[in-house]
């Protein structure tokens, strides 16, 4: 559970970034789907929550970088999301972004490994 | 795959409903929801295990939690309007006269700002459409052409007029009556010979004598010393009885012996034995003439006809006078045939 809450903590700032870039990758998603692809891809180690997934959904519409279509399946409704022009742009910035944040935080972590041995 | 009863799906729906869960993003959550149920059933799960396992995950708490998030995240594009018609009826109409409000008075303003320059530049436009001629604008080009300006040549005198010849006229002023130590001898009226060769006139002038043309005698000087007394007859009245009467030249025997002998009896009359008068009225004009001859009492067979006709053929009447004036007079002669 503290795992999942820090892993949470993480997922946060970069869940707009996950959820652009699996979206780039695949035409159209429906929410329970995203979650499910995280966890394939991860093992496990990063879950998203459904309370955490669906509002950045809904303002990465809102600022049009998403569309939806809804669909019935089931007998419910079922919402896809695909990238629109923009939003296709925002993954890659955002991923370019995120990557280089990564080695950023790299580099501030290695240091302290190398003078600690 | 396993699928999830409709009545299953209804149980997971009304649980949501009931949760604080916002209404927007129910249809998601449902489908998360039994998207997960369904992958528990397909792990072998029985159903009401997998409904405990997934409301205690989605407790009430988190839900709230979602929809806050949820709304915390949207709100900043929420405006004043979405908040104060929270739960409210926005299709009654004022929520979207607040919404379009910002529009609305853009587009006013605009529109307000457009008309007022337009009236004000208005007249500023007319006049650059319309352009007033200046002074410097050319209005019409005149040829101009030189002029040649002659000296003027003086006009010839016209040939003197030849004084017209006059008549030779001898000095003859009207005789006037002056007191005898006034009288100018020199004045003498001129003698026979010399009218006979002259008219008489103002002064002497030596011209032809015969022009064959007789000219009128220059009007004399205006003479305040004697103005002659003219009588002037009277034509226009004829009386009956003056105070001298016409009278036969010569007299009435004259008169007898004139009628007796151009009288002649007439035929008729001296046929049937007619005797009598004839009154024959005429009028003896100033100058001594008969007019207007006629009987006024006769006795027929030829006597009337005959004693106008002698009448008529006499001349020489001495005119009556009125006042001195010679005046025409009606006059009555009676004449008698006597048959011998």
Known sequence: MDNNATSNEYVRGTLKTIVLNLLAEHSRMYGYEITQEVKDRTGGAIALTFGALYPVLHKLEQEGLLITESVEVDGRLRKYYSLTTPGNEAARDKTTDLERFIEAVRLLLAPRVLTSE | ?340
């Open chain 2, 1 to 340: 795959m396993k699928r999830l009863q409709e009545n299953r799906i209804d149980l997971i729906n009304n649980y949501l409903q009931a949760s604080k869960l916002d209404p927007e993003l129910i249809p998601e959550i449902l489908d998360h929801l039994a998207c997960e149920a369904e992958e528990c059933l397909w792990n072998g799960k029985p159903f009401e295990q997998v409904y405990k396992e997934i409301t205690e995950t989605a407790d009430a708490q988190l839900l709230l939690n979602l929809s806050v998030d949820h709304k915390n995240l949207l709100a900043m594009e929420k405006s004043l309007n979405d908040i104060v018609f929270e739960g409210r009826n926005k299709l009654y109409g004022a929520y979207d006269l607040r919404k379009s409000y910002g529009q609305t008075i853009q587009r006013s303003v605009l529109m307000g700002v457009t008309l007022f320059l337009l009236m004000v530049m208005l007249p500023n436009l007319y006049a650059r459409l319309v352009p007033e001629p200046k002074a410097s604008d050319i209005a019409y080009v005149v040829e101009a052409h030189p002029v040649d300006i002659k000296m003027e040549v003086p006009l010839p005198p016209p040939p003197a007029e030849k004084a017209a010849p006059s008549v030779k006229t001898v000095r003859s002023l009207p005789p006037v009556v002056l007191p005898d130590n006034q009288v100018e001898i020199e004045n003498i009226p001129p003698t026979k010979e010399e009218l006979e060769s002259a008219l008489p006139g103002q002064e002497d002038i030596k011209g032809i004598e015969d022009m064959g043309f007789i000219v009128p005698p220059s009007a004399p000087v205006a003479n305040d010393k004697a103005v002659a007394v003219e009588v002037k007859p009277k034509n226009d009245e004829i009386f009956r009885i003056v105070e001298q009467a016409p009278e036969y030249r010569g007299g009435i025997a004259a008169m007898s012996a004139f009628l007796q002998k151009n009288l002649k009896y007439p035929s008729p009359a001296a046929a049937a034995g007619i005797q009598g008068r004839v009154f024959v009225e005429f009028t003896v004009g100033t100058d001594g003439k008969i007019e207007n001859v006629t009987a006024i009492k006769g006795i027929g067979f030829g006597c009337d006809e005959e004693a106008v006709r002698v009448v008529k053929l006499m001349q020489n009447w001495i005119p009556g006078k009125q006042s001195g004036a010679p005046v025409r007079v009606r006059f009555t002669l009676p004449i008698a045939f006597q048959l011998n």
